[in-house]
């Protein structure tokens, strides 16, 4: 198999070519079985759905409002710099499986980049404000994590990152995407990895 791959997983995807019945829990994993292994699944979902009649605007401001300040204070203690004002920062967020290439991390990283160019031509041309600063938190972990150190993740050792924790923290540095290009005036655009599990994420951000 070509690096990265997961091993495991892989053979017992191809294993399931000899169970009696296969599941999928979304409409592109069937697909995904019928073209490399031959396998005709059934589709049991296990999501939930909720169901809201509005959306309460003012928690969610105050929510947008933590975190902003959140990354403005942390930003400016753990790698210094000009100050990012909180209302300059623009979070978004992609959960997901930590395997790599099959999600897509190399794409979403590169269109980062993109996006920093976008951003610099915009703000060029009077279409968007000076020192906008958008920040992707990619949550992805290869499993639950004990040893967070104050200031997560914002402040993140490698002494914390795992396996394909590593290799992603590595991709966003190799980019240009990490804090420091961000804090010196030279990005506007940065990537942070955000390892924590699925048990984790239905508990809450670790700012909260």
Known sequence: ????????????????LYADTVTAVGESTPGSQAFFYGINGIVIRNGITIEAEKIDWNRKELCLAQIRNFLSENLYKY??????????????????????ENKGYP?????????E????????????????KVICFLVAAEGPKT??????????PKDVLVGNELRLQQM?????????????G?????????????????EGWAWE
Not at 1 to 16: D, F, K, Q, Y
Not at 118 to 128: F, K, L, T, V, Y
């Open 79 to 100: 790698y210094g710099g000009e100050k990012i004002e909180p209302e300059k920062i623009i979070p978004i967020f992609t959960i997901s499986r930590i395997e790599v």
């Open 186 to 202: 030279k990005r506007s655009v940065a990537a942070v990895l955000y390892p924590r599990s699925s048990r984790q994420r239905t």
């Open 117 to 132: 160019h976008i951003i610099r031509n915009s703000i060029m041309e009077g279409h968007m404000e000076e020192k906008i």
């Open 107 to 115: 794409d979403l990283l590169d269109s980062l980049v993109a996006l």
């Open 172 to 184: 966003i540095e190799e980019r240009g995407l990490d804090f420091t290009k961000m804090v010196r």
């Open 147 to 156: 040893n967070l150190p104050e200031g997560f993740p914002v402040h993140l």
């Open 1 to 16: 198999m070509p690096p990265g791959v997961p091993e495991n997983l892989a053979s017992l995807e191809a294993l399931a």
